[in-house]
């Protein structure tokens, strides 16, 4: 089980004292803040991707990690997430293998659509066909980690002719890649056919709603015969603010709260924690309510923390972080570990990718022969073809 | 089983718009049980839900109890909805209401229309605002629309009320039994046609149906001949026959996208 933090880069005025971070500033923090994840101990950093303001998330996360890659040693670096609908999939393909390679293999993406309606237009694409480009977009992205001289035709893209990617991936073997949505059952099934993780932020969306959609991709990697649905890669967000005094941590983070441009004017703070991860209080009612997701993710392998969001000073984000790695991650380490079945896999390593790929083990997109998948794949295509038949 | 819900915005204690829309749901109550359906209601008052829906246009997180209500209209063979008026237009509240409702959730759903005000001056209030937002929701909205003002619940013939109600809810009751003659036969008394369709995605009302071009409905206890021109997209006309648009969309919300079992496969999608 990894914990770490993932950012949205927001530039957000504070609003109990008015000031507001310049970009410069902002960067920087992140930076800052990556390395003191490291050096609480924590597994991952996860940055997003934006293309306007108020946000300083890098329009290409690799250019960011990277830069961090260079001042640590351990952490893994990720994004939360890489948009695989605007931004062209063989521009991912090249960058993250770059990252791959610079990291030592300490990288790995989480995919998403966006959520700003105008990147679409400003990159060419258009938002009604969101689903229809992740699809073919990562499609692509898969074929060109895998395929050397590779050619290929589609719908959102100019055409391919023998091309190779550069660099090929490290060792060999792609970065684990995990796809996240909040509402479109769509991409659980479609990181269930591909045998990828499955990434859900869980934050702004009710608990009830992200159980169904990790149930889905469960269900369905074991349909394609990647494993038992007990096995697949579940990654989950969530948010926390912490005091050791409780009431203290609400009182710090209410203007914060009720001023945010996520959250702002909608339910209250009270409200919004009752039904979303969002637990502000002390750290031991954080364990206890993380320890519970258990109960309807399952033995899942990811669990990233948003704690620099809304404006709060870089001083209080480093505190979220130290506590997370003093008390609250060690404490979850060991109710993750309590019980947890041997044959469930923890989150992948670039050395576990290396040596699954060698043993021969890689999921077959879309269930490999005999599989329950492929044979009803089979069977529908013998019932079209016996229709065209009979029709002619 | 003919499930009709109300949503209403009632928004005092004595309000005249829940009354309005109660006098409507019981009219197309009886109607539809004289004509031999089993008839359930459900009755949304939108004032219930004003906080719920300031928060979910504000956040985009939807709290149970807004999901519930949409979750009734989803579900229903037939809706009324009344609002007050407020300057010229149904109030802002209800609106919101349709405005943040899933965009298939009252596809081929008949919907009643109303709205109580002072005075009859603003009688056309809904044509403007709720008339195109039903439209746009693809919801049949009959072309009786009821309006009452203060003096109409002085009562009498003179006022009208009673007999628009009727008028209205005869129009509901009919077209809704056209759209679901399937609700009359026993089977169909026990759950609603969006229900139904969830276990029988296959099966059809139409399957009990006709023969021909100018085929009666074959629904026992319902003697009204409709013309079936057949297949809407042969035929060229209206998509109000069982086999149109209604009866799709019914067939479709009643699909549970989250259900393994029901996913469409990534093949699909990728256009293998």
């Not at chain 1, 369905?220 to 990654?235: C, P, S, T």
Request: proline letters at 7%.
């Amino acid at each position: 089980m990894e914990f770490g933090i993932f950012t949205i880069g927001d530039v957000t005025t504070d609003p109990t004292n008015g000031t507001t971070p310049t970009e410069h500033e902002r960067i920087l923090a992140t930076v800052t803040i990556a390395k003191h994840a490291e050096e609480a101990g924590l597994d991952v950093f996860a940055t997003g991707q934006h293309h306007n303001p108020p946000f300083v998330a890098p329009a290409n996360p690799p250019v960011l990690l990277a830069n961090i890659a260079a001042q640590t040693e351990r952490i893994r670096l990720s994004t939360a997430t890489t948009l695989i609908t605007t931004t062209d999939p063989v521009r991912i393909a090249e960058d993250y293998s770059y990252l791959q390679h610079l990291s030592g293999g300490r990288a790995d993406l989480m995919m998403g659509r966006g959520n700003t309606g105008p990147v679409y237009p400003w990159f060419g694409k258009d938002i009604r066909q969101g689903i229809p480009l992740a699809v073919e977009n990562y499609n692509l992205l898969y074929r060109l980690w895998r395929e050397k001289n590779l050619d290929w035709e589609g719908n959102f893209r100019t055409p391919l002719n023998s091309f190779t990617v550069t660099p090929w991936p490290l060792d060999e073997v792609p970065p684990f890649v995990w796809h996240g949505s909040i509402r479109s059952p769509e991409i659980a099934e479609q990181a269930a056919y591909y045998g990828d993780g499955f990434f859900h932020n869980n934050i702004f969306w009710p608990t009830s709603h992200t159980a169904r959609m990790v149930n889905l991709y469960r269900q369905r990697y074991e349909y394609y015969g990647h494993g038992r649905a007990d096995q697949a890669f579940v990654g989950l967000g969530g948010q926390v603010y912490m005091n050791k005094d409780s009431q203290q941590a609400v009182r710090e983070f209410r203007p914060y709260f009720d001023n945010a441009p996520v959250y702002g004017h909608g339910p209250s703070l009270e409200d919004f924690s009752e039904q979303t991860p969002l637990t502000v209080g002390s750290p031991q009612q954080v364990i206890e309510r993380y320890a519970g997701f258990r109960e309807w993710a399952g033995d899942y392998q990811r669990q990233l923390f948003l704690v620099d969001h809304a404006g709060l000073p870089l001083k209080n984000v480093l505190e979220q972080i130290d506590i997370l790695g003093e008390e609250v991650v060690p404490a979850l380490r060991k109710e993750f570990a309590a019980n947890r079945p041997a044959d469930i896999p923890e989150a992948p390593t670039h050395e576990w990718l290396v040596e699954r790929h060698r043993a021969g083990n890689d999921p077959v997109p879309g269930g490999a022969p005999g599989t329950r998948a492929h044979n009803d794949r089979l069977a529908a295509q013998e019932e079209a073809q016996r229709k065209a038949q009979s029709q002619a | 089983m003919i499930e009709i819900v109300a949503v209403s915005t009632g928004l005092s204690e004595d309000s005249t718009t829940t009354r309005l829309s109660e006098r409507m749901l019981t009219s197309a109550q009886t109607a539809l049980e004289a004509a031999g359906a089993t008839v359930r209601t459900t009755h949304v008052n939108v004032r219930h839900l004003a906080k719920a829906l300031t928060e979910l246009t504000v956040s985009g997180f939807p709290a149970p109890q807004l999901e519930e209500a949409f979750a009734a209209v989803s579900r229903a063979s037939a809706v009324i909805t009344v609002a007050p008026v407020y300057k010229g237009a149904p109030a802002g509240i209800h609106t919101l209401f349709w405005q943040l409702i899933d965009d298939a959730a009252l596809a081929g759903t008949p919907v009643l229309l109303g709205a109580t005000g002072g005075t009859p001056r603003h009688s056309l209030a809904v044509e403007s605002t709720l008339r195109p937002m039903i439209s746009y929701l693809k919801g049949y909205a009959l072309p009786t629309a009821v309006f009452a003002a203060t003096d109409d619940w002085a009562g009498g013939a003179q006022s009208g009320l009673e007999g628009r109600i009727a008028t209205a809810t005869a129009e509901l009751a009919e077209l809704t039994l056209a759209l679901n003659p399937g609700a009359l036969t026993s089977a169909g008394a026990e759950a609603t046609p969006a229900e139904a369709a969830v276990g029988s995605a296959e099966e059809s009302p139409r399957a009990t149906r006709t023969r021909g071009p100018e085929g009666a409905s074959a629904s026992e206890g319902y003697d009204r001949t409709i013309p079936y021109a057949g297949p809407a997209e042969e035929s060229g006309k209206s998509a109000i026959t069982p086999s149109g648009l209604g009866e799709r969309a019914r067939a479709l919300r009643g699909r549970d996208e989250f259900d393994p079992e029901q996913v469409t496969p990534f093949a699909d999608l990728l256009g293998l």
